[in-house]
């Protein structure tokens, strides 16, 4: 018969997020959560049961990151020479309470672009003991050039359905979301193939107006890349792609919560108008290259022209900045970071701390709210007292 594997984690307190849990523990056998609840309903004296008692700590769902582009020594997308940078970063983001992250492409040569995506998902595929990249986001080709943002501008592509059908052929049903620009000719039919292949279609680096992103939406593209970023500023006597996915609820926002990217009263107006599950924080994290400099606030980073590529940041800093920024009640906020990106991108078993549901948890100190120990799949992969485990 076979040994059941099973770990107790005793916690201050834990957000499901939804519930707050005094006093909580949470019970895993393999993978899976299969009890929750105050930790006088648990028996210590279970033969094999590995007890992990966490004084001045509390738990979330772990953390999924569904916009990252690079983090530390690892640069994205790059498998040249052989190399895989997604078990370094996988590495490090555990250390940050990252369980699940989704590695992001910008716009590259057709062909180019299409062996990246191949290379990645095989590496996808191999599997990882640390952070999981469960699928890829493509932000482009088919993007407005007037807003690339750093992207270089002879990567930027028309919408073209045979690119579009090779990069999801050579995706291999890893590519989860497609960021496009809903005023490009053939927009509309690029959406219809996006969700034929179960791509997730994201508005972003456009110029679209409303009847432009309307449409867009009325296609079936509900998702905007980074809002307010590479997109019309919002503008009193008109409308445009940034307004209507503010204040359409049919759409899911991303937002970047670095205090560079969005000033603080913007997120808090974010918080205001968007339903709270439709918020999704992302790092959009990149790392610093040759062409990349740092200014007065080194964890943001620019081309050597002064636009903002991304920062150094991690979901452990957005949840920092979302707790003072947001004016929202912890359990929501919780959720912008964990429950709403499962949700929006279709991981059913992840996202929530109830039973039946993947062993993927962080813990956060309770005085600092800094990350102590990251659990993913049942397995400790990151512990703040252990740091080379």
């Known amino acids: 018969m076979e040994k059941k594997r099973r770990i107790l984690f005793l916690l201050d307190h834990c957000l499901t997020p939804y519930e ?119 932000e482009g080709p088919f993007i407005n050039p007037q807003k690339r943002g750093d992207q270089i501008a002879s990567n930027i592509s028309p919408v073209d359905l045979g690119f579009a059908r090779e990069l999801f052929e050579a995706g291999r049903g890893r590519i989860k979301v497609m960021t496009f620009a809903p005023e490009m000719p053939n927009a509309v039919k690029l959406v219809e193939l996006m969700l034929e292949h179960g791509v997730i279609p994201s508005m972003g680096h456009s110029l679209a107006t409303e009847s432009e992103t309307l449409e867009a939406i009325e296609a079936g593209a509900h998702r905007c890349t980074y809002i307010f970023n590479a997109m019309p500023s919002i503008y009193h006597r008109s409308s445009s792609l940034t307004a209507i996915a503010l204040t359409d609820d ?76 947001g004016n929202m009640d912890v359990s929501l906020a919780a959720a912008c970071i964990s429950t709403n990106p499962a949700k929006d991108l279709g991981l059913i078993t992840r996202g929530e701390l109830r039973p039946g549901k993947r062993a993927d948890i962080t813990i956060l100190d309770t005085k600092t709210n800094r990350v102590r120990m990251t659990v993913s799949r049942g397995n400790i992969i990151y512990d703040s007292e252990n740091p080379d485990l």
Request: charged letters at 20%; aromatic letters at 6%; a negative charge.
């Open 250 to 325: 049919r759409v899911t926002i991303e937002i970047i919560v670095d205090g560079l990217h969005l000033h603080p009263t913007i997120v808090n107006m974010i918080v205001r108008c968007k339903p709270a599950d439709k918020i999704v924080v992302i790092s959009n994290a990149v790392v610093l290259e040759q062409n990349r400099e740092t200014d007065d606030q080194p964890e943001i980073i620019r081309t050597g022209d002064g636009v903002i590529s991304g920062s150094t940041m991690t979901l452990d800093n957005s949840w920092l900045h979302l707790l003072s920024y």
């Open 20 to 138: 707050r849990i005094e006093s909580c523990g949470i019970l895993c056998e393999k993978d899976t959560i299969i009890a929750i609840g105050g930790e006088t309903a648990f028996s210590l004296d279970e033969p094999g049961l590995q007890v992990v008692k966490l004084k001045d700590a509390y738990g979330l769902p772990g953390f999924i990151d569904t916009h990252i582009h690079g983090l530390g020594e690892s640069v994205m997308p790059d498998f040249s020479g052989g190399q895989d940078p997604l078990h370094e970063m996988s590495r490090i983001l555990a250390r940050h309470g990252v369980t699940t992250f989704f590695p992001t492409i910008v716009s590259l040569p057709r062909e180019t672009m299409i062996e990246q995506v191949d290379a990645m998902c095989s590496s996808i595929q191999s599997g990882y003991q640390y952070a999981e990249p469960q699928a890829l986001h493509l």
